[in-house]
């Protein structure tokens, strides 16, 4: 029975991880482009915390977290399953990475994390705590003006690689490195 529940888990984790992966890597690239260059020491990834705080950042941990859980359930079967568990994680993560199971289009993430700004505004205001709406309004607000500059581009989610070397502060650094 342990070895049934970590396989699903490893076969739940291979479904789950590249929509986390590329959730990740689309924040880190917004959060770049919405911070000026003069503040790069700063703010070493932007924005991205405060664009996946609450559940993007809680997904992209427990979705992590699976591989290890599943290994742990292997173990109690015993010490051999613990090993094809984890690589079997793996495996089925590569494996579900090239299939378009979850959507590899930028604009699908900017949508994600504006909605869930907005979400914040609404939770903001429903507790009346001004100053976090404001600023949460001001998030919400840039992320709808990237969102309009992405929308119908097909412009693919950019890899961890490319979120990491992106200019700080340049909006359309995907549209220019498209070309």
């Known amino acids: 029975m342990f070895l049934v529940i970590a396989l699903v888990i490893a076969f739940v984790y291979g479904m789950l991880q590249p929509f986390a992966t590329r959730l990740l890597d689309k924040s880190l ?3 770049k482009a919405l911070v000026p260059d003069e503040f790069k020491s700063a703010y070493p990834t932007g924005l991205q915390n405060a664009l996946t705080t609450g559940w993007p950042s809680t997904y992209i941990f427990c979705v992590g977290m699976l591989p290890i859980l599943s290994a742990a359930f292997g173990f109690f079967y015993t010490w051999w ?9 793996i495996i089925l993560n590569l ?4 299939t378009k199971i979850a959507p590899t289009k930028v604009e699908r993430y900017i949508a994600i994390l504006g909605s869930h700004a907005n979400n914040r505004v609404a939770n903001f205001k429903k507790n009346r705590d001004v100053v976090r709406a404001e600023a949460a309004e001001d998030l919400s607000e840039k992320i709808a003006e990237i ?7 097909d412009v693919p989610v950019p890899t961890i690689k490319q979120a990491k070397s992106a200019p700080y502060g340049d909006k359309y650094y995907l549209l220019d490195s498209r070309t």
């Open 29 to 31: 690239w917004v959060g």
């Open 81 to 89: 399953a613990a090993i094809i568990c984890f690589f079997a994680s």
């Open 95 to 98: 494996i579900f990475s090239s």
């Open 147 to 153: 969102l309009i500059i992405y929308i119908r581009t």
